[in-house]
């Protein structure tokens, strides 16, 4: 399937200007290898106003679709048949949408990432909104952001931390068996297995 998008007619909120603006409803990155690179940049998700510049972020319901990973950014429960050998995941806004993106862009697992963010949480002493940013250096350190006093900080976490919560949802596997459709694997979805 390819990408589908549909011009819609926006009145901005400062000027009252109206214009169309392109709202993506279905991604196909392998079709479409440049949208990968615009979801991962957040450019697709902003659109601006012609008159006077206003930039706005679009927050319209959205499937990707990229080999096995299978996103849907939605505000409520979708249901999706044909998910079989598939990372089904629901999400409910455009920053995990994206972080969600380049975690599977990075071959990584976003399973043992949340459990990963909450050991880092735990070393941190911080309730910190940690979100995946790539994996640097030779040893690909797990790079995270998180915004604190009104700025965007930066975290490097040894792959090792990642290594080890593979291996812990690797010997449990309660964690995945319900990874079954479209899963919200979110910080509270961690949270039920450390109870």
Partial sequence: MSSVVANERVRCPRCSHEYEAPVYR???????????????NGSLFVRECPECGLRELVTSPVVYRDGHLLLCLSDRKVSVEGLEDVHGRLVADVGSFIEKVKIFDAGLDDVPMEFCKFVTRQEMGKDADLKFLRTDG????????????????????????YEDCCAIVGRNPVITEGLKGLVKVDREWVEQFLR
């Fill in 26 to 40: 279905h991604i196909d990155a392998v079709a479409d290898p440049s949208l990968k690179e615009k979801v991962k």
């Fill in 138 to 161: 030779a040893d690909n350190d797990i790079i995270f952001t998180y915004p604190e006093a009104g700025q965007m900080q930066l975290l490097s976490v040894g792959f090792n931390v």
